[in-house]
């Protein structure tokens, strides 16, 4: 359907992931099986979503994918909003930038999914 290492959307998403990756091994190491963990599984979890919906066989598949993929980055946001407040992360703001443009185009790819559906279904 959609080679997803060519899409913008999953590149960024690897980003996200291989930042949040590098600034949570300095959280402390009793956070290491914690916190830190679970935000690398949720950073983790968005490419990956990405990629296997693109993989899926119909773009309705592909759609229910991004929606768990948009879930994850919430739940991200959340985690990443906790570390900032527990004091293991000082600046958040290029992390919200990089959430609100990762669901910006989630949204977008969405939409012209379902365009591409209804013109589908209209033939």
Not at 33 to 44: F, I, S
């Amino acid at each position: 359907m959609y080679s997803y290492r060519d899409m913008k959307l999953w590149q960024i998403s690897i980003d996200l992931y291989l930042e949040i990756h590098e600034s949570s091994r300095s959280f402390p190491s009793f956070e290491q099986y914690e916190l830190a963990a679970h935000l690398r599984k949720t950073a983790l979890s968005i490419p990956s979503n990405i990629a296997e919906g693109s993989g899926r066989r119909t773009t309705k598949e592909f759609i229910r994918f991004l929606d768990i993929a948009n879930g994850s980055l919430s739940e991200f946001e959340t985690q990443l909003e906790i570390a900032h407040r527990l004091g293991y992360l000082e600046d958040i703001a290029t992390y919200q930038q990089k959430i609100s443009h990762i669901r910006s185009m989630i949204g977008g790819l969405t939409r012209t999914l379902i365009t591409k559906i209804k013109s589908d279904e209209n033939k």
